[in-house]
């Protein structure tokens, strides 16, 4: 069976607002390695899907310079059926990506004219004495390829965006929302580095960045890049990172990544307990019940 | 004790900072209301995000413990006391 897209359709819409609705099809690319076993849409691709119909509805020209306040409070699932709603406005398109189970994502995205292309650059060096990388996203959606340092509080890894994926333009530029998922997993490479050796690596669900901000207009397919997270707090549960992207030598430390990031935000995720539990981020979450 | 009417109001801009609340002032908000389910109607995200915001701000630990962190986020009167017992900036 090939992979498909969901195909959204208008059911109403004013100035500068639609709502459009799909269904998320079954055999949506990717899923199998987002995870193995347990196929969860990742936040990033509601948002380029969001991106994709804000550009149709309302035709602009300027580039992504960032996310903000954005939630993922449901666990999105193939075959769910999903209404989407945009409204555009003063450079900015809200929106909500609801359905029966409620909320899959929601947010606003930034836009402005007069971002420049980033220069390309070698890539970061990868120590020998890396630590292992554990992942547990595979196939496709298995960005990060290695460990260039660990501490008890950060992590950096380095990544490359390969070509064949929806996520990837015919002049090779990504889709900005692949930085979502860039700066998701390099909170799973830490996750993974921080776990006990020989455990499998634990799942985590983003469930939210507050602001990620863009200073490029879009990353290239087969460029080497670093991710990197510093932990914010929490170990289970509901945890929180502050993650930066970019391109070169390795940062040495959190002030430098910030410095050079190409792309760098707060992201909250869930990580489950036990690596075999199928909770979803809105369950089981801290300071609530 | 102590009066924590200037604290109160600088948590509820945090709080509208924290979560970029468009329509909420400060003065919507009411100290002693609960934060979550009714009144903001926030939820566990919103809480993370809240916790992020008053530990770089105040320099204070909210652990993983749901007991706890239930009273400490049942409103504005309850985090501002646990931030001034706490604060550590």
Redesign the interface.
Known sequence: MQPSEPSFVRVSEAVDRVRLEAQVPVNLGDLDGHFPGHPVVPGFRQVMWTLAEANRAFSRDAAVTGF??L?F?TSLLPGAAMALELSHGDGVVRFSLSGDDGVFASG?VRLASGLEPHAAAPAPEVLSSRAELRLPHQGTMRWLDGVVSHTPTATTATAMLRSDTPWVGADGSCDPSVVIELLAQAMAAHGGCAAEAGTPPRRGFL??A??IELRTPALRVGEPLWVRADH???????V?FRCTLGNGAAPQDEPDARDRALALG?L?AFVEAAPESANS??EG????? | MADLTELETEIKAIIIE???LEDVAVEDIVTADPL?DTGLGL???D???L??AL?ERFGVT?D???DR??Q??ASVASLASFVDANRSK
């Open positions: 903000e306040a939630r409070p606003r469930v939210s507050r602001q914010v707090r929490g170990e289970l549960g509901m929180a707060t909250g981020p809105s979450a801290p300071s609530r019940e | 924290a979560l970029l979550f939820d566990s995200i809480a993370l995000e916790a992020i530990e909210i993983d413990d749901p962190n239930q400490i986020f």
